[in-house]
């Protein structure tokens, strides 16, 4: 089959783009504005064209025929952490979303955010997005999927949006959840922790689900930690403490709770170990809080890929 081109937006540090790059697809480019995050796609693929851009000065035109538009539009507008203004929300860019798709034009539609989108308060919002969708040619759905359903040691429910022109779109469907189980918090960290000679084969009994969702991604939330007082009681009952993020792993004579370093989160979130964040503590656990799991996009991906290669 052949490359398949996509065009991705919001791309933050590349979770999404990670995943679909693993299906298959080839990014033409990667619009982003926040310089940091920028940072981290340029040192992971120097190749890729990255554009530190506001989504609403962007023009796709010159990207018209691109197989796929994707992208994480941002998620305060809905999220039940604020106070889903939704599309009164000045950040809401799904607007901005779907002018880019009128211009680009592509043969298929992936848009993710938080799963508060899916509550019945934004219902007439998400026919409003089908109604425009369709159009402009496109026939598209929700969907809930959680990460823990693709591999990943974390609940993450997202809403994910696929839209195809509608003679494709009969031959999408949407992945089937892994007949393997998601590893436990304990199995996905114990080496990590025991990177500085902790041993930490009792703690890892102890973490013995899935982590609740990473959070902590917005600016307005201040410096690195696992989220308000209710995540933090969450993190607490897999004996990891959430009050801040550590420098590094656990000292060989260490006691107590321990914290999570903002490497053991990215892989919470199903990035792989040799994915480098660029910045410093708070910047880079910013990054990791806002990702979507390279997992789950590559499982949506495949999908779409199948569907458009028929």
Known sequence: MKKLKSLELCAGAGGQALGLEEAGFDHVCLVEIDKDACAT???NRPAWNVREDDLHEFSATKYRGVDLVAGGVPCPPFSKAGKQLGAEDERNLFDEALR?????APRAVMLENVRGLLDPVFDDYRQSILKRLDKLGYTGEWK???ANDYGVPQLRPRAILVALRKDLWPRFAWPSASPKPAPTVGEALKDLM???GWNADAWAQRANTIAPTLVGGSKKHGGPDLGPTRARA???KLDVEGTTIANEAPAADFTGRPRLTVRMTARLQG???SWK?????TTSYRQVGNAFPPPVARAVGLKIKEALNG
Do not use: Y
Request: aromatic share 12%; glycine share 4%; charged share 25%.
């Open 277 to 281: 964040l660029w910045g410093a503590k």
């Open 234 to 236: 969450a993190w607490a």
């Open 271 to 273: 990035f792989p170990d």
């Open 194 to 196: 025991e990177e500085n």
């Open 41 to 43: 796609l340029r040192l």
């Open 100 to 104: 880019i798709v009128q211009e680009a």
């Open 144 to 146: 809930l999927i959680n």
